[in-house]
């Protein structure tokens, strides 16, 4: 895909979450509505903080016996309220704070950007369990 877009004016809009456009795309071309593995967040969304998960669960994974058990104190806690931070990712304790508002910012630059240009929008591999993001609008 990245030859095909090659010297073209693009922009990218996922409801993947699994940091795969990144490993080929500039980060400033994509959008990921619906949160990244690679953050994590307070589940009680008790301030608008996204937390790095790599390290942490490189560290875990390290810790992981036998039994597949980790340490319980390993499991990451929010360090304002206490509660468990989980991965920032469409749940129904989804953070829509600052970089989630960021990601639609981005998208809304790029159309208004282009909007009096002919815009190919190009749709690929949308399912239909989530078409409010993508599809409807
Ligand atoms: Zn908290």
Redesign the pocket.
């Known amino acids: 895909m990245q030859w095909l877009l090659k010297d073209k004016n693009y922009y990218i809009l996922t409801t993947n979450q699994d940091t795969q456009f990144e490993k080929v795309f500039p980060i400033e071309k994509i959008s990921a509505i619906q949160g990244d593995w690679k953050y994590l967040q307070?589940n009680?969304?008790?301030?608008d903080k996204l937390y790095d998960s790599v390290e942490l669960l490189h560290k875990i994974n390290a810790e992981i016996d036998v039994a597949l058990k980790i340490p319980t104190e390993m499991g990451p806690h929010?360090p304002?309220?206490?509660?468990e931070l989980e991965p920032w990712v469409r749940s129904r304790v989804f953070l829509e704070g600052k970089k989630y508002k960021e990601e639609h910012q981005k998208l809304s630059d790029f159309l208004r950007k282009n909007m009096n240009k002919k815009v190919l929008f190009l749709e690929l591999g949308v399912g239909r369990m989530t078409p409010m993001f993508i599809q409807e609008p």
């Not at 009680?44 to 301030?47: A, E, L, P, V």
């Not at 304002?80 to 509660?83: F, K, L, R, V, Y």
């Open positions: 307070c009680r969304r008790c301030h929010c304002h309220c206490g509660a």
